[in-house]
């Protein structure tokens, strides 16, 4: 009789501890991993192109993996030193134009 109830509060406590992680909600990675996935077996990829796309689009937030996006720091630092190059800045003016440009807000 103990050894029944024993396995039945076992089993039970197995069973509460998996539908608890089954209502789990996924991380952002865990979402981008799954969608993902779901792309890869849409168009049919097996092997190295598989795994290419997969690594792909885990690399890049957006669900397209061709397209890199870049983060607003990056993208600032990209339009202060093309800026930078239109002015023909070297040295030391380049130091401060690009040191001020990144500082701006906005």
């Known amino acids: 009789m103990k050894i029944t109830l024993l396995v039945t509060l076992l089993f039970g406590l197995v069973f509460l501890t998996t539908v608890g992680a089954a209502e789990k909600t996924q991380t952002p990675q865990q979402q981008r991993m799954t969608t993902c996935n779901q792309q890869a077996t849409a168009k049919t990829l097996k092997g190295d192109a598989r795994k290419t796309y ?53």
């Open 54 to 106: 997969m690594s792909d689009c885990l690399k890049n937030s957006s669900s397209t993996p061709q397209e890199k996006s870049l983060t607003p720091q990056q993208q600032k630092m990209k339009d202060c030193n093309a800026t930078a190059s239109q002015k023909a800045l070297k040295g030391d003016d380049r130091n401060k134009f690009m040191s001020s440009c990144l500082k701006k807000t906005g």
